[in-house]
Every structure is written in C-alpha cells, then in structure tokens.
C-alpha cells in the first residue's frame, strides 16, 4: 500500500514552454501533498505545500506565478513549471500524506531537462 | 540551529559492520520520527517510524528514540553495499504545522 505515482518520469522541453507533472496517491486519499526539487549531489528542498481545494502555499524564494500547483481532489496533484528555463532543470518529487498519518510517501520523481 | 539536524557524512563503514546513523531534532513536544532512504537518481523510500521511547527493530535495521535528549537513531547491522544510500530523518515539528521536516541526510558508504 501507500503508493505515489509522477508522470513523467522524464521531460525535456525547449526553454519558454511550459511542462506540467502529475503526482497520484493510487491507494489512498492524501489531503496534503508537497512538491520537492534536487539538484544533483544536494538535499531535497520543499517548494510548496498543498491542500486538496485550496490554495498551495510556496516555500520562501519560490515563485508561485512560475510554479503553478493544482490540488484538485484527494489523489492528484498538479506543478506546472511555466515559462521554463534551463535552470529550471532539475529533479522534481512528489510526496502525498494520508489523512489520519504524518508520514509522508513519496513519488519516483521526475528529471526535467531544459533546452 | 536547524529544526532536524544530520551529519552528512560520508559515513564509511566495512560490510558487515554496524552502520550507526545520528538525528537530533529541536521540538521537545515532537511525536513521529520517521527514516527514509534515498538512492542515487531516486527518490526517498520510508523504511522506518518509531513514535515511542526505545528501540524499534525490523530486520537488519533499529530505530532508536531519546525524546529527552532529542535524539532517534539508525542502527544498521550486517551492512551491505546495497545499503549505500542517503538516510533521511524526518520528524514532524508543531512549528511547521506539525508537518514533517527533513534533516539534510547523512551519505552512507559500505564498502566490500
């Protein structure tokens, strides 16, 4: 149990354009989910945390006009990394929490690429 | 002072040996103390939660717990190469909202 799903796993866009990454809760209902990046050799670093029906809130030095987070319902999140540049290249994870826990489960995570 | 803090390591230890990893934690009213583990490339993976005082054992790992000290440890026995990886503590901080915070990692070598 407890299984998060991304996708995709992997993306390489042109820099300008816009990529938008999925992550599912599969087996249960995650009222909170949280949006990660890691640079290589470096410690994950919490971008956002979102609520199902609300509004996300970002980390400092996030920008939420370029980091769009969705979290229509109880299984799925949505980052759209808009406008990317290559700097923006990184490996983005997602985790999910179940309701009645604090433990957090985490997505295999997707490597953007920007050209 | 951070809110969970780890050394980074590496922590090089032969195979077979106790592989012994360290946490310690700010918020003296914290409840859930979790161990993650993060290969190279992937993503972080629970392997362990220990919420009470004391020693919590599943196979070949420990959780240890000193809420007076502040303090939850990793003990790995028999450690194998595959057990190299980055340990993550994460413990939930009523600060952040009781949501889990990340220690940095401690980077964990073993070598045959």
């Known amino acids: 149990g407890a299984v998060v799903s991304q996708h995709p796993s992997r993306v390489i866009c042109k820099s300008g354009t816009s990529v938008k990454i999925e992550c599912r809760s599969l087996?249960?209902?995650?009222?909170?989910m949280f949006w990660y990046r890691q640079f290589p050799k470096q410690s994950l670093m919490l971008m956002a945390t979102?609520?199902?029906?609300?509004?996300?809130?970002?980390e400092q030095g996030v920008e939420k006009d370029k980091f769009l987070i969705n979290h229509a319902s109880l299984t799925l999140s949505t980052l759209t990394v808009t406008s990317a540049h290559p700097e923006d290249s990184s490996f983005y994870i997602c985790?999910?929490?179940?309701?009645?826990?604090?433990?957090?489960?985490f997505g295999p995570g997707t490597r953007l690429t920007v050209t | 002072q951070k809110e969970v803090e780890q050394n980074s390591g590496p922590l090089s230890v032969p195979e077979g040996a106790i592989a012994s990893l360290n946490c310690t934690y700010s918020?003296?009213?914290?409840?859930?103390f979790f161990w993650y583990r993060q290969y190279s490339g992937k993503s972080p993976e629970l392997i362990m939660s220990?919420?009470?005082?004391g020693d919590k054992e599943d196979g070949r790992f420990t959780a240890q717990l000193n809420k007076a000290s502040q303090y939850v440890s990793l003990l790995i026995r028999d450690s194998q190469p595959s057990d190299s990886a980055t340990y993550l503590c994460?413990?939930?901080?009523?600060?952040?909202?009781?949501?889990?915070?990340f220690g940095g990692g401690t980077r964990l070598m073993v070598k045959p």
């Open positions: 985790s999910a929490r179940p309701q009645t826990a604090y433990e957090q489960y």
């Open positions: 087996d249960f209902q995650a009222t909170t």
């Open positions: 979102s609520n199902e029906g609300s509004k996300a809130t970002y």
């Open positions: 918020d003296r009213v914290s409840q859930s």
């Open positions: 220990i919420y009470s005082n």
């Open positions: 994460a413990v939930n901080i009523r600060n952040a909202g009781n949501m889990l915070t």
